[in-house]
């Protein structure tokens, strides 16, 4: 298996583990409320990103296939990797 992928485990897996607790979360303590855990996935199951409508033309797949390989801690959105392109999204 990759680096890359070890480190994402690690991050994912901290993300993870401050949203769930055994009784009360770190997120809980922290915000006062239960984070919503409906966008979890599995780690390296199969996810497609969809491409904006400026970068597709007409007969252009409008999502591309990739590895979910965690989450983002900015922003409300998962981290990808496309396999096609070797690159993350």
Known sequence: MPTFYLVEMVW????????????????GLYFGWKPNLRHLRAFGSLA???????????????????????????????KCYKTLRNKFE
């Open 48 to 78: 497609y990103v969809h491409i904006p409508d400026e970068k597709w033309r007409n007969l252009d797949l409008m999502s591309e296939k990739c590895i979910l390989v965690g989450y983002s801690h900015e922003e409300k959105r998962c």
């Open 12 to 27: 994912t897996a901290a993300y993870i583990q401050n949203r769930i607790g055994e009784r009360v979360s770190a997120h």
